[in-house]
């Protein structure tokens, strides 16, 4: 006896409050009143996801907090669409409104994982062929395809003809070769590649190393092994020297830049995401008890 | 059916309808600019109230007839993207969507492809009296407490920020709020926070404490509609039993 008025509710609650509801969206409203079983469910369950997902993100930061040149990434969550079981304005009485309505929300969805390009830490290796980007600068890579990547690690190294490689092989774009009898290496902040050869004491100029930029950095594409490719969100590639006005920052020799996973932080995301999923699991719970307790309601 | 069990009804009803709202706070507990809502208990009063006044014996059902969303101010957190803002205050940023002006506490904002600052969906960011916020590429952005932006110490734009009374705004999802019909823009008094981003102020626990207390609840008004039903039962089996 009771159950029925419980699952269609229409007895008590559609009836001298909420007349507009009734006469405008009878069959919408039905249509709520079935899933109102499981919403408590699904909204949690919708967190659980969400912060699965969190977690996941978290433990790739935390895997590539040694990663030279790796850029953390964030988590951004956006609440669902709202169910309005009461309309705002709808009539409450011969001669009032209803002021808000009723709103339930249908729990939350990732919209994104942003890229932090946050500066990282410099640490010093002492070689020469390692650079550090300070500003928003991308080195460019010329990738065995053809195509050009974009990358903050800045550990290079020589290859067997003299070119300037990153650590896959693929050469620094545009190309500089160093000879093989060159002694002392130097890149100057402004990206002039020069070295000396034995017995002469005048510095020769290999090349410029050239950066990139973006309008839109975080709309930038992850490919692993530390490179970016364009895409229609970031914009094209605008390509400057070291040192210049527009921002693209100067080069330092000697130097790596390290990943801006700051550990701390991500200990502090997993707890909060963790503790996260733990009370979206409790509401599970909680809407299961309650539902099987309507469920012993009749005996 | 009697009165004991149509108002346990009613506040089971009730309770599962808090139980919901809850989920959907939990759920966003990460969620950047979040408000939570809490439910508005009000009672039903039957059409027969104001007919029998000598009785005394009035039905009132409580019932979940609306919500409130808890504007208050969520924990800013440091994050060190120049393009996150946070409000600290009162107000909301306007974005132009496509379907018109919405409003979100939410400030992770970026520059699109076309230089305009945007919203995280790629909307654009509403600048004062309208129109998008143009930014140069690869210089750096200030923000100023007021919402003014500035590149190379110039002004590029500043911010429309709006406030609303409460009750006067509408959830419709991705983080956005809709102003209900009539209801007009206020100056915000609330101050832009550059670097930041607004936490979700759904507390946890808070929101654990009230789960225990709805199922608590739920459970008294379970047992209190047992009993309604036990009584109906006497009622029928033993009071009109006829003995022979």
């Known amino acids: 006896m009771a159950l029925v008025v419980f699952v269609t509710g229409e007895s008590f609650c559609t009836g001298r409050i909420r007349p507009a509801a009734k006469t405008a969206s009878a069959t919408k409203q039905k249509q709520e009143e079935r899933k109102e079983m499981i919403r408590a469910l699904y909204s949690a369950a919708s967190g659980m996801t969400a912060q699965q997902l969190n977690i996941d993100n978290i433990a790739n930061n935390l895997a590539n907090s040694n990663t030279v040149g790796y850029k953390s990434r964030r988590a951004q969550f956006q609440d669902l ?9 709808s009539q409450a009485g011969a001669s009032t409104l209803v002021p808000t309505g009723l709103q339930l929300g249908l729990g939350v969805r990732t919209a994104s994982n942003e890229i932090i390009f946050a500066q990282g830490d410099f640490s010093s290796t002492g070689n020469p062929l390692d650079m550090v980007i300070q500003g928003r600068g991308f080195f460019q890579i010329k990738l065995p395809t053809g195509e050009t990547a974009y990358s903050r690690a800045g550990s290079f190294q020589l290859d067997s003809t003299g070119n300037i490689v990153d650590p ?14 060159a002694q002392a290496i130097t890149i100057a902040t402004d990206g002039t590649v020069s070295f000396t050869l034995p017995g002469q004491n005048a510095a020769q100029t290999a090349g410029q190393i050239s ?4 309008q839109n950095p975080a709309g930038l594409n992850s490919i692993g092994q530390s490179y970016y490719l364009p895409t229609d969100a970031s914009g094209a590639a605008l390509i400057g020297v070291p040192g210049g006005t527009d921002g693209i920052g100067t080069i330092l020799q000697g130097y790596v830049e390290q990943s801006n996973v700051s ?11 963790q503790r996260a999923y733990e009370a979206n699991s409790k509401v599970v719970k909680a809407a299961d008890d309650m539902y099987s307790q309507v469920n012993n309601l009749t005996r | 059916m009697d009165a004991i069990s149509t108002s346990a009804a009613s506040g089971m009803r009730a309770r599962m309808e808090s139980l919901e709202m809850l989920a959907n706070n939990l759920a966003n507990v990460e969620t950047g600019g979040f408000k939570a809502d809490r439910e508005f208990f009000s009672i039903y009063t039957g059409d027969d109230a104001s007919a029998d006044p000598q009785t005394g014996d009035i039905q009132t059902l409580p019932l979940v007839e609306t919500h409130w969303t808890d504007l208050s101010q969520g924990n800013l957190i440091n994050t060190a993207n120049p393009l996150d803002f946070a409000i600290d205050g009162d107000g909301l940023f306007a974005i132009d969507t496509q379907g018109g002006v919405r409003y979100t506490r939410n400030g992770n904002f970026r520059i699109g492809p076309t230089g305009i ?16 916020i143009q930014l140069q590429p690869g210089i750096a952005v200030e923000m100023l407490p007021d919402g003014t932006m500035q590149q190379s110490g110039q002004p590029v734009g500043q911010l429309e920020l709006s406030a609303f009374d409460r009750g006067s705004m509408d959830k419709i999802g991705a983080n956005y709020f809709v102003p209900l019909d009539g209801a007009k823009a206020k100056q915000a008094t609330g101050v832009v926070q550059q670097g930041k981003l607004e936490q979700s102020n759904v507390g946890a626990a808070e929101s654990s404490v009230r789960l225990v207390a709805i199922m608590r609840q739920f459970e008294m008004l379970q047992k209190a509609m047992n009993i309604g039903n036990e009584l109906n039962r006497k009622a029928i089996e033993e009071v009109a039993r006829v003995t022979t």
């Open chain 1, 81 to 89: 669409m709202y169910q309005t079981t009461v309309q705002p304005g």
């Open chain 1, 263 to 273: 550990v701390v932080d991500e200990f502090i995301n997993l707890i909060s995401a």
């Open chain 2, 117 to 132: 600052l945007t919203a995280a969906d790629g909307s654009p960011v509403r600048a004062l009296g309208g129109g998008p």
């Open chain 1, 168 to 181: 896959n092989g693929n050469p620094l774009q545009p190309q500089i070769a160093i000879p093989a009898a």
């Open chain 1, 211 to 214: 950066l990139a930029n973006f």
